[in-house]
């Protein structure tokens, strides 16, 4: 089983960058594909930003292109969501995920707010 946190979230300005990290625990040393999802509002459909294999390939929605990067250090279990020139509808409850051994591992969420 693996235990997922993020943290990094917080309130930002238009045009303003901010960086979410996520710590893995637990049993890592089955984790393939890890990721963001974020949750605009309780009851909206989870939406997800950006994931990376344990290869490095990185998939991202198509709002965030240019603007986001993820990246991973699988010696620290651990991802980044580097976010740049955010904007009002990037605002969300964003989530960590981590997929090990077959299973989907979700962490608790992280608030980012932008807003002027």
């Known amino acids: 089983q693996v235990q997922v946190v993020e943290s990094g979230g917080g309130l930002v300005h238009p045009g303003g960058s901010l960086r979410l990290s996520c710590a893995a625990s637990?049993?890592?040393?089955?984790?393939?594909?890890m990721g963001w999802y974020r949750q605009a509002a309780p009851g909206n459909q989870r939406e997800m930003v950006a994931i990376i294999s344990k290869g490095g390939i990185t998939n991202y929605r198509n709002s965030v292109k240019g603007r986001f990067t993820i990246s991973r250090d699988d010696s620290r279990a651990a991802t980044y969501l580097q976010m740049n020139a955010l904007k009002p509808e990037d605002t969300a409850v964003y989530f960590c995920y981590v997929a090990s051994a077959g299973y989907d591992n979700w962490g608790q969420g992280t608030q980012v707010t932008v807003s002027s």
């Open positions: 637990g049993s890592t040393y089955s984790i393939d594909v």
